[in-house]
């Protein structure tokens, strides 16, 4: 599966984006979520759609600022990110998973495909 991350730029502080992550394949039996890693810093998890069900999952820090959504007919993922801070500064990753259980969708370890990156920067 090879996925397809887009939509990154430079925004001010309480801007908004929106990234794309299209796959290769049909997307309505995998999971798909979005990680970031800032420089010097480990990969973190941000957001994740479960596969078939319709639930979400959102790290702490970006929780009622960012929305994940998907469109199974395009093979498509989006992540709406609102109210950007300087420390959403990051590339961002899209992930894609077909056998994730649900106890490991925060983990990095748990994504077997990974797309290239999109480097969105919040600065004023």
């Known amino acids: 599966v090879q996925l397809q991350a887009s939509g990154g730029g430079s925004v001010q502080p309480g801007g908004s984006l929106r990234l794309s992550c299209t796959a290769s394949?049909?997307?309505?039996?995998?999971?798909m979520a979005w990680f970031r890693q800032a420089p010097g810093k480990e990969r973190e998890f941000v957001a994740a759609a479960f596969r078939w069900s319709s639930s979400t999952h959102y790290a702490d820090s970006v929780k009622g600022r960012f929305t994940i959504s998907r469109d199974n007919a395009k093979n498509t993922m989006y992540v709406q990110m609102n109210s950007l801070k300087p420390e959403d500064t990051a590339v961002y990753y899209c992930?894609?998973?077909?056998?994730?259980?649900?106890?490991?969708?925060?983990?990095?370890?748990?994504?077997?495909?990974w797309g290239q990156g999109t480097q969105v920067t919040v600065s004023s």
């Open positions: 992930a894609s998973d077909t056998s994730l259980i649900l106890s490991r969708v925060r983990q990095v370890d748990g994504y077997k495909y």
């Open positions: 394949r049909r997307t309505s039996s995998t999971t």
